[in-house]
């Protein structure tokens, strides 16, 4: 498992008095449409601060709804016991955002102002200076996406035979029983193909050099596991099926050259993940690997104000349910700032001072 990134142990606080957008100024922006934005919207909006959602036209690669929905089948997020599909739940989750009055924008951010508040950003397409709006906060929830190789054939059986996450879709139908292949050699990969022996009849671990990465326990584990081949020197090349569902593999060693087949019926991806994390690169604290930097237990970032759910700050979990889980966090958090620093503010009538309305629990415990 990747190791916990590194927390924050300061914030810092951005300049003051900038001018709030002619065009459109809000109390929270949250950038992001998978479950960890969506959360935050719901939160946000049942408190009556009216947050503006941007799911982004085609960010990241990803249409509306983020990478759930590419994911065919979801089977371990609790309330739907008969499973869903990635699309109808993201769908779900658009619906029941707007029902609380969430403002949802198809258009996707491609620039911020970080360093004064409010903060200012742009939409792609309309980046001039003079065109750019602002927020009190902003929620990042940009997302991360599996690194693929894009082997000829890899199109055609994503989400049918190929996935990038072992748990998310090991337990499916396909795999159950069926020869299986992971492509990597860390510590995640020793972890998912050791994962996938609960699954299917066999696993072979695709290793391009003749040693592994991962650490000393997770190689030992893996190489001993009897339901696991690692194939040294080898790399896949080319994917095949029937035109539905994958059958098998090209692979080449890459000392000798040689090709052979290899029958699998499911291939997963190990190979890491890269955060959505460009927009705030230069602004935002971020851990080696690109991720945003949180105070731990917290969605707060490096700047007050802004805050991080989802998996462009988590490298570990990596779920759905982890990412509503750090939304929830985020809303909750950006809905207490406002309330604070609106208090404080002695230019805003007492009567018009958010307070939320039934506690800072979201109004789901006492």
Known sequence: MSPIPEGLTSVTEPKAGGAKSTRQHSKVVII?????????????????????????????????????????????????????TGTEMMDKFRAQSERFGTKIITETIARVDLSQRPFKYWTEGEEDEADFMTADTIIIATGASAKRLFLPGEDTYWQSGISACAVCDGAVPIFRNKPLAVIGGGDSAAEEATYLTKYGSHV?????????????????????????TVLWNTVATECKGDGDLLQ?????????????????NGLFYAIGHEPATALVKSQLEL???????????????????????????????????????????????????????????????????????????????E
């Not at 990241?60 to 994911?71: E, H, M, R, S």
């Not at 098998?248 to 699998?264: M, N, P, Q, W, Y």
């Not at 809905?335 to 503010?345: P, T, Y």
């Open 32 to 84: 992001g449409s998978g479950p960890a934005g969506h959360t935050a919207a719901i939160y946000l909006a049942r408190a009556n601060l009216e947050p503006v959602l941007y799911e982004g036209m085609l960010a990241n690669g990803f249409a509306p709804g983020g990478q759930l929905t590419t994911t065919t089948e979801v089977e371990n997020f609790p309330g739907f016991p008969e499973g869903v």
């Open 204 to 228: 072979y671990v695709l290793v391009r050099r003749n040693e592994l990465r991962a650490s000393k326990i997770m190689a030992k584990r893996l190489v001993a596991h009897p339901k696991v």
């Open 248 to 264: 098998s593999l090209e692979l080449k060693d890459t000392v000798t050259g040689e090709t052979r087949e290899l029958a699998v």
């Open 287 to 365: 851990d080696e690997d690109g991720y945003i930097k949180t105070i731990p237990g917290t969605a707060q970032t490096s700047v007050k104000g802004v805050f991080a759910a989802g998996d462009v700050q988590d490298k570990r979990y990596r779920q759905a349910i982890t990412s509503a889980g750090s939304g929830c966090m985020a809303g909750l958090e950006a809905e207490r700032l406002i309330s604070e620093e609106e208090a404080e503010d002695e230019s805003i009538p007492a009567e018009k001072v958010h307070v939320p309305a039934e506690g800072y629990l979201g109004a789901d415990k």
